[in-house]
């Protein structure tokens, strides 16, 4: 049962409708043999595995936190989750995997992995907004990104072929 709300629920809503959009523009369904991104979510889900660099949900000052404030490597219980927990689940993947950290508190943590040698089998693509609607810049970081993400991606064909 878990298994399957966290299928039904990965990036649900706007957030996955966003995400799929960018992925489709960066060429990712080409890469991995599918129609579209979409099929990530249903009949290719064994392709996906969602995450998060910190599981569980968090509140700051009765606020969801953002990532931001305070800074993840400033506090023990924070930093214990992502960078412990969250690199071993990666870890357990056992094969080449693109990693898409969605905003930037989330790629500075993927970062700081991938300089230690946390990530070994993790090709990490940089600079993908956030989906979230809240994320009023996204439209604005992705046209910027774009041709950048469409080689990060060409890149990681070349890895898995």
Known sequence: ????????????????QHIIGMLD?????????IEDSSQLFNTKRELLHTTSVIKHPVFYQHKNYTGHRPAISQ?????????????????????????IPLGKAAESVCLTLKEHSRLKQAMLLRGFPHPSGANGHRFKQFRENK???????QHFAQLIQ
């Not at 523009?25 to 043999?33: Q, R, T």
């Not at 041709?147 to 991606?153: A, F, G, K, V």
């Open 147 to 153: 041709q950048s993400l469409q080689e990060q991606i």
């Open 25 to 33: 523009e960066c060429g990712l369904p080409a890469v991995l043999h």
């Open 75 to 99: 506090s023990a219980l924070l930093s214990r989750y992502a960078f412990e927990c969250f690199p071993a689940e990666i870890e357990t993947l056992k094969r080449h995997i693109l990693l």
């Open 1 to 16: 049962m878990a298994i399957e709300t966290k299928k039904a629920a990965g990036l649900s809503g706007s957030m996955r």
